[in-house]
């Protein structure tokens, strides 16, 4: 996993601020490969319960995502229950590891 402890932490405390402790923070793609180099952040966030406004939620939890990692670019996708799966979700949930 290519971020620090200090990010990590900093990250899964603002998550369980803004959508509750029960959340899941999961980092997916190139950043969840030691070996890999560069590349954007991206995260998917797993609820347990459904959101009133999912779209505005997580473009709020990326800007803020993007000011904790200094200005790095990152994606946040959100699956809730009754979101219908993609292959980015269930790639994000083969690979992803949990901050």
């Known amino acids: 996993m290519r971020l620090s402890t200090e990010q990590r932490v900093a990250l899964r405390a603002h998550f369980s601020h803004e959508v509750g402790a029960d959340c899941e923070v999961l980092l997916f793609g190139s950043r969840a490969d030691d070996n890999q180099r560069g590349g954007d952040v991206d995260l998917l966030v797993r609820l347990p319960r459904p959101l009133q406004r999912p779209v505005w939620l997580a473009a709020r939890l990326a800007a803020h995502a993007v000011r904790l990692l200094g200005g790095r670019r990152v994606d946040v996708l959100l699956l809730e229950p ?16 949990v901050l």
Do not use: C
Not at 82 to 97: F, M
């Open 82 to 97: 009754g979101t219908k799966l993609q292959p980015i979700h269930a790639a994000a949930l083969a690979t992803g590891v």
